[in-house]
Nanobody, 123 residues
Framework: QVQLVESGGGWVQPGGSLRLSCAASGNIFSINAMGWYRQAPGKERELVAT???????NYADSVKGRFTISRDNAKNTVYLQMNSLKPEDTAVYYCNADLVVTTGFTFDALDAWGQGTLVTVSS
């Protein structure tokens, strides 16, 4: 059993900042990559940013230069620092982890998702 628990969403005015956190817990053997996706009303879920275990980061063009993804591997936690927020950043933000879980005897790959946290950018 693996859980991804997100926090940090809320309401902010345009130009403001928010920091999202996502902590993974459970029978985790290793985490290959963690990332953030978002889904705005009436739109499909889209990638925001990812961070691999090797430290390679990838960003959607729409957030480059404004958002920063980072990880604390010791805490199995990923963060998303969001600056210069725009109304079009309004969405439910989901944490994702590509990881390996173990029972102690077996190892299985798992693609896990958090429950989502709402970010609203408006004046």
């Amino acid at each position: 059993q693996v859980q991804l628990v997100e926090s940090g969403g809320g309401w902010v005015q345009p130009g403001g900042s928010l920091r999202l956190s996502c902590a993974a817990s459970g029978n985790i053997f290793s985490i290959n990559a963690m990332g953030w996706y978002r889904q705005a009303p009436g739109k499909e879920r889209e990638l925001v940013a990812t961070d691999t275990s090797g430290g390679t980061t990838n960003y959607a063009d729409s957030v480059k230069g404004r958002f920063t993804i980072s990880r604390d591997n010791a805490k199995n936690t990923v963060y998303l620092q969001m600056n210069s927020l725009k109304p079009e950043d309004t969405a439910v933000y989901y944490c994702n982890a590509d990881l390996v879980v173990t029972t102690g005897f077996t190892f299985d790959a798992l693609d896990a998702w958090g429950q989502g946290t709402l970010v609203t950018v408006s004046s």
